[in-house]
T-cell receptor
Framework: TQLLEQSPQFLSIQEGENLTVYCNSS?????LQWYRQEPGEGPVLLVT???GGEVKKLKRLTFQFGDARKDSSLHITAAQPGDTGLYLC???????????WGAGTKLIIKP | NAGVTQTPKFQVLKTGQSMTLQCAQD?????MSWYRQDPGMGLRLIHY???????DQGEVPNGYNVSRSTTEDFPLRLLSAAPSQTSVYFC???????????????FGPGTRLTVL
């Protein structure tokens, strides 16, 4: 059972377009993290959100944690080819300390 | 700092063979874990350790053993390789697993394992 559903699974868009990736669950998380993974490498942390309703910005990337701490979104403005990669969300549950991972969104930005 | 290192980077095994995937970190992190990554399934936790001498099972532990004799090293042993264990294996470490700020996971570059 996938506790964290990511959508879309795959997205290919042109440079300059905007996009949003979603991470949804029926479970409540104490925190949620977004990672980016490039081919042949391990995931690298982009951001951690902790408070319901929290919004964090990282240059052209905007991350939001849902008010109920069950969902999150990643919005990229004016996507660039360097944004290409696999984006993973991971939620930490209050009941244990393990990270629950989404299956990932493979993003391709075409020049 | 080298961060998290993994060896080997690639490995091909025959069914029934055993091997050890090596993982080391130089950040003095207490928490280390092993994941496998398969297409469309995200990262699945195999085993983890909250400190030297302490290990526990994750979501998919069958067919794998771990030990943690030092803070730095966390090897993963495949006892008798099966084709279902063909995957990419990642080792990760973090300073903490609780709280919002100290639980960033640092990943190694991965080991790509094929079992024939």
């Amino acid at each position: 059972t996938q506790l964290l559903e990511q959508s879309p699974q795959f997205l290919s868009i042109q440079e300059g377009e905007n996009l949003t990736v979603y991470c949804n669950s029926s479970s409540v998380f104490s925190s949620l993290q977004w990672y980016r993974q490039e081919p042949g490498e391990g995931p690298v942390l982009l951001v951690t959100v902790v408070t319901g309703g929290e919004v964090k910005k990282l240059k052209r990337l905007t991350f939001q944690f849902g008010d109920a701490r069950k969902d999150s979104s990643l919005h990229i403005t004016a996507a660039q080819p360097g944004d290409t990669g696999l984006y993973l969300c991971a939620g930490r549950m209050d009941s244990n300390y393990q990270l629950i991972w989404g299956a990932g969104t493979k993003l391709i930005i075409k020049p | 700092n080298a961060g998290v290192t993994q060896t080997p980077k690639f490995q091909v095994l025959k069914t029934g063979q055993s091997m050890t995937l090596q993982c080391a970190q130089d950040m003095n992190h207490e928490y280390m874990s092993w994941y496998r990554q398969d297409p469309g399934m995200g990262l699945r936790l195999i085993h983890y350790s909250v400190g030297a001498g302490i290990t526990d099972q994750g979501e998919v532990p069958n067919g794998y053993n771990v030990s943690r004799s030092t803070t730095e090293d966390f090897p993963l042993r495949l006892l008798s390789a099966a084709p279902s264990q063909t995957s990419v294996y990642f080792c990760a470490s973090s300073y903490s697993i609780i709280g919002g700020g100290g639980n960033e996971q640092f990943f190694g570059p991965g080991t790509r394992l094929t079992v024939l």
